[in-house]
Antibody
Framework: EVQLLESGGGLVEPGGSLKLSCAAS????????MSWVRQAPGKGLEWVSA????????YYADSVKGRFTISRDNSKNRLYLQMNSLRAEDTAIYYC???????????????WGQGALVTVSS | DIQMTQSPSTLSASVGDRVTITCRAS??????LAWYQQKPGKAPKLLIY???SLETGVPSRFSGSGSGTEFTLTISSLQPDDFATYYC?????????FGQGTKVEIK
């Protein structure tokens, strides 16, 4: 059974940094692209970032480009999202999501974690 | 970026009703479309991929159709467990986009 478990969320001041982690199990982690998707309180879903199975290809939404960095450690079956220069509008639940193939292109998300809440406020 | 527009935003229906949700893309995305169901406080769940392929374990009352820019999600006979919010998502490019969501409420 695929399991994705996010951690690292919390309260951070504007301009601060936070690093999310997603522990994966139940599948061959390196064989699948992964993404982060967020959902602001009471709002819809917004894709944030994606990474290919090898970690060599990364993609970002314009709203986070230059501030967020996605990475993965295939030896530890972990996905990460380093978030810098955080803004109030980054407040959201952040989900990690598993793609259906090793390359990020043309991926749908077939498994999701339970989410980690990030609150940016002074 | 490709924009996705869902309609309606809210839908009131009764158990047993046939329900249809529409999703329109701002440009052609072939069949690169997925549908997700989300219940309050829970993560989204994949229902349909490639516009019309049913995810394993999803009840057959759910179906998807369309290609290019117009897509539909149909629930043939609404069940109590189906009251939720539904999102479409395009994955045609390296910038995945979701629709704004359709909330299916009890009439």
């Amino acid at each position: 059974e695929v399991q994705l478990l996010e951690s690292g969320g919390g309260l951070v001041e504007p301009g601060g940094s936070l690093k999310l982690s997603c522990a994966a199990s139940g599948f061959t982690f390196s064989s699948y692209a992964m993404s982060w998707v967020r959902q602001a309180p009471g709002k819809g879903l917004e894709w944030v970032s994606a990474i290919g199975g090898s970690g060599g290809s990364t993609y970002y939404a314009d709203s986070v480009k230059g501030r967020f960095t996605i990475s993965r450690d295939n030896s530890k079956n972990r996905l990460y999202l380093q978030m810098n220069s955080l803004r109030a509008e980054d407040t959201a639940i952040y989900y990690c999501a598993k793609g259906d193939r090793v390359v990020a292109a043309y991926n749908w998300f077939d498994s999701w974690g339970q989410g980690a809440l990030v609150t940016v406020s002074s | 970026d490709i924009q996705m527009t869902q309609s309606p935003s809210t839908l009131s229906a009764s158990v047993g009703d046939r329900v249809t949700i529409t999703c329109r893309a701002s440009q052609s995305i072939s069949s690169w479309l997925a549908w997700y169901q989300q219940k309050p406080g829970k993560a989204p769940k994949l229902l349909i991929y490639k516009a019309s392929s049913l995810e394993t374990g999803v009840p057959s009352r759910f179906s998807g159709s369309g290609s290019g820019t117009e897509f539909t999600l149909t629930i043939s006979s609404l069940q109590p467990d189906d009251f939720a919010t539904y999102y479409c998502q395009q994955y045609n490019s390296y910038s995945w986009t979701f629709g704004q969501g359709t909330k299916v409420e009890i009439k």
